[in-house]
């Protein structure tokens, strides 16, 4: 089990996750020939550069989302490596049957590459926000699911899964920590809590999904609880959070998402299924419906995702 420093200055200002993919797609095409890159508008402004350097490699369908992913399939029934690349909303909601049939149905691979999250295009309304992407995409057999916190851990992910072969979904959101972590899909913990209940695993333990470490450890600061951290939720790394809870008494676990609440939370159950648990899984809830734009701090704020939020929620676990 491995601990994550979050001691010391924090490093450089590092690049927003977005910027950072755009960044690693011409060496990855340098690095991959099997490898192309599949957009629908989005994005393309950002790639002149690659766009000259790897001609007919780096392919725009227009405003099509259906078709960015039927043409990703069709690539990758043809031996290619599809990185696929658009807002959350037309990638996973707009195009979810393309993602079921032509990707899933098929057996074939791919990468797909989300922008906006939940709410980080507030101003573009509704339909630019994705709250239930994770869980879509967790519904369909063979995904894995990364949702990176720092543009590190996007740059080492897109290395690994260009040279991979499975189907993949890469979540990027506008909200980062200050600090990257490991990205080997397992549970680390970040912060022991201290004290005897620490020591001996009894201490509540506050699982924070990618880039919502930074919020978690600002929320619970000075409660004593556990918190640990993981930037690919799906598949869970049930082992790894076995072993953080005890396994001879009763369990308090808070799950903290930058997505819709409750995703992954049949994953926790079965993986506990045999321990007394108490559990309290905290993201955007599902009856929230937001009809004023506002900004992704309101947003966060409006859904409880902020530390405020966050605390009050871990507050009335331990209480």
Same mark, same amino acid.
């Given at each position: 089990m491995t601990t994550l420093t979050t001691t010391g200055p924090a490093p450089a200002r590092a690049l927003d996750l977005r910027t950072r993919f755009y960044d690693e797609l011409d060496p990855l095409l340098d690095a991959h020939p099997d490898v192309d890159v599949v957009l629908a508008v989005i994005g393309a402004g950002y790639l002149p550069r690659t766009i000259a350097r790897h001609p007919g490699r780096v392919i725009d369908v227009g405003i099509r989302e259906q078709a960015l992913v039927s043409v990703a399939g069709g690539l990758a029934l043809a031996g290619r490596r599809p990185i696929v690349h658009t807002f959350a909303s037309f990638l996973v909601e707009r195009a979810y049957e393309q993602v079921k049939l032509d990707l899933g149905h098929q057996d074939v691979g791919a990468v797909?590459?989300?922008?906006?999250?939940?709410? &980080?295009?507030?101003?573009?309304?509704?339909?630019?926000? *994705?709250?239930?992407? =994770? #869980? $879509?995409?967790?519904? $369909?057999?063979?995904?894995?699911?990364?949702?990176?916190?720092? *543009?590190?851990?996007?740059? @080492?992910?897109?290395? +690994? @899964?260009? *040279?991979?072969?499975?189907?993949?979904? =890469?979540? $990027?959101?506008?909200? +980062?920590?200050?600090?990257?972590?490991?990205?080997?899909? +397992?549970?680390?913990?970040?912060? !022991?809590?201290?004290?005897?209940?620490? #020591? &001996?695993?009894?201490?509540?333990?506050?699982? *924070? =999904?990618?880039?919502?470490? &930074?919020?978690?450890?600002?929320?619970?600061? !000075? $409660?004593p609880v556990r918190v640990a951290w993981t930037a690919t939720p799906h598949p869970l790394d049930t082992a790894g959070l076995r072993a953080l809870l005890p396994s001879d008494r009763p369990t308090s676990l808070a799950v903290v998402t930058p997505y819709l609440e409750g995703t992954g939370a049949g994953a926790v159950a079965a993986a506990l299924a045999d321990r007394p648990s108490r559990v309290v899984h905290v993201g955007v809830p599902a009856e929230t419906e937001l009809r004023r734009y506002g900004s992704p701090r309101e947003h966060a704020a409006a859904h409880g995702l902020d530390a405020a939020g966050v605390r009050r929620r871990v507050e009335a676990l331990l209480g």
């Open positions: 797909l590459v989300s922008a906006g999250a939940s709410y &980080d295009v507030s101003a573009g309304g509704r339909t630019h926000q *994705a709250p239930a992407d =994770v #869980a $879509l995409i967790s519904a $369909l057999p063979g995904w894995t699911v990364h949702v990176p916190g720092h *543009a590190d851990e996007v740059g @080492e992910i897109l290395r +690994r @899964e260009a *040279a991979g072969t499975g189907r993949v979904y =890469v979540r $990027l959101s506008g909200q +980062r920590n200050a600090r990257p972590g490991p990205v080997d899909g +397992r549970l680390h913990l970040v912060r !022991d809590g201290g004290g005897a209940a620490a #020591a &001996d695993g009894t201490a509540p333990l506050v699982v *924070a =999904v990618g880039p919502m470490l &930074d919020t978690v450890l600002a929320a619970t600061a !000075d $409660l």
